[in-house]
């Protein structure tokens, strides 16, 4: 190597060199697209209604940069008004000069944390450019998470579990600290997925509204399951009188006693007695609720720490007043007719708030009331359908053109160019007046 006298760039400075030329190319490649797709649309539009009054220009920041194009602007005879019919054929804003794409990158980067600015400068070194700040990331993610969600087809459901709890979180420039938002998980039981279990169309609802939590959800589930008399609530929480209320709202319905907060409660009162607490998680495990009572029942009260003895006698009569709270629901289900088999032990309430408390208390954030909402109903989209969805006012799609479906592979076909330039299989800058410059001799020292 001693004899190499040409100065070689690095790996990362030539993947940083062709990733350049790739934007360039791609944003030419969108240009023609695009401009092709506006001229498809004046051939084939509704000429009676839609009249050309200009063509303009704009700008869109891409995943690969910004692509500069020309759309036309219609008069629409019917409503008076001024429409690009492009923008409506691609379900598209084209004056937001951020392409969906990104827009939902970037929004999926701030869902993920740990802030929005950590957001915008992940983005910026991906792309290789300032492509949004963190403050408009943060009005994108509260625009579009406060859109309504498309209608949903609706589901039978014999049996619905729901998880439910309480997230707490730090409140900026409000009279109140904090604000406690009530959230439920719903699903329709248990799949496997390779070597894993997993929730079978998992849902959620965050409680936004100022009436009762479950008449709120009741109209939530009502939207999205074909509910009847038959159907059957399994409801799983932990303890809040608030949530305990769920029997009262719903016929069909049991409630279970989160057992991971049970565990953790008791383990401070028996955690120190081996043979008990086994006792206790193997009763817990199983949901035998008698075999949990007659454990803790066998424990003296000398064997509890003195400072935790009229906790203990508390928390000991609530666990056998809500003795049926804990036993096993698929017994009940088995009861009334119902097929039990791959149903679970509930109990994924905690796990499902870690989620969303990880994103929103991290750091010792704190929100508006807006804000936190639209983090949550973000990271609720993102988990359901794997993107935020958006509802696009004035769709048009193909109703001011004619039917005539457009075919993306010949469109792409028809502009783009032959590459030119290769001789023999060289590279073009070998073959030109830069072949002399550093990163030409650093190519042709390549070929050793």
């Known amino acids: 190597m001693s004899n190499i006298t040409t100065t070689m760039p690095t790996m990362k400075e030539i993947e940083q060199w062709i990733f350049r030329k790739m934007q360039e190319e791609f944003a030419r490649a969108m240009k023609q697209v695009l401009e092709a797709l506006d001229q498809q649309i004046l ?3 509704d000429r009676e209604r839609y009249r050309v009054k200009d063509e303009r ?20 005879r019917r409503s008076g008004k001024h429409v690009y019919l492009l923008d409506q054929l ?11 794409h990104l ?53 039978p459901a014999r049996v619905l579990f729901v ?23 719903v699903h329709e039981g248990w799949e496997k997925s390779g070597k894993r279990v997993r929730l079978k169309n998992k849902q959620h609802y965050l409680h ?46 049991l409630y279970m006693l989160d057992r991971f907060h049970v565990a953790r409660d008791l383990k401070r009162f028996v955690g120190h ?21 007659a454990a803790l029942e066998s424990v003296a009260e000398q064997e509890i720490a003195e400072e935790n003895r009229k906790d203990w006698k508390q928390y000991k009569s609530y666990l056998k007043r809500r003795e049926k709270h804990l036993d096993d629901y698929r017994k009940t289900l088995q009861v009334k007719g119902i097929d039990t088999s791959g149903m679970r032990p509930m109990g994924s309430a905690e796990s499902q708030m870690r989620i969303f408390a990880k994103r929103t208390k991290r750091g010792g954030y704190s929100w508006s009331e ?29 109703q001011a053109t004619s039917q005539q479906p457009i075919n993306m592979r010949q469109l792409l076909k028809n502009v783009t160019q032959p590459v030119k330039g290769c001789i023999a299989g060289m590279i073009r800058m070998l073959q030109g007046p830069k072949q002399s410059s550093t990163t030409g001799m650093a190519l042709k020292a390549l070929r050793g």
Request: net charge positive; aromatic share 10%; proline share 2%.
């Open 43 to 45: 051939e084939q539009r």
């Open 57 to 76: 220009e704009t700008s869109v920041n891409t995943v690969f940069g910004n692509v500069r194009f020309k759309r036309r602007l219609y008069c629409d």
């Open 90 to 100: 691609l379900q598209f804003e084209g004056r937001g000069k951020v392409s969906p």
């Open 103 to 155: 827009e939902e990158t970037a929004i999926a980067f701030a869902s993920q944390g740990p802030s929005y600015r950590d957001s915008a400068k992940r983005l910026e070194q991906l792309l290789g450019y300032n492509v949004l700040s963190h403050q408009a990331i943060r009005e994108k993610l509260i625009e579009r998470a406060e859109q309504p969600m498309s209608e949903v087809k609706r589901r």
């Open 163 to 185: 998880e439910v709890d309480g997230l707490y979180t730090k409140l900026q420039r409000s009279k109140k600290r904090g604000m406690e938002n009530a959230i439920a998980v």
């Open 208 to 253: 936004t509204s100022g009436g009762n939590f479950w008449e709120g959800f009741g109209d939530f589930l009502v939207e999205r399951y074909e509910i009847d008399e038959n159907t059957w609530l399994v409801v799983n929480g932990d303890g809040a009188g608030w949530i305990g209320e769920c029997t009262s709202y719903f016929h069909q319905c």
């Open 273 to 293: 007695l081996p043979k008990v607490w086994e006792t206790v998680r193997r009763s817990l495990a199983k949901q035998d609720a008698a075999a949990l009572i």
């Open 370 to 398: 807006r804000g936190v909402r639209a983090m949550l109903w973000t990271m609720m989209r993102i988990k359901e359908a794997g993107m935020v969805v958006r509802t696009v006012e004035g769709h048009a799609s193909m």
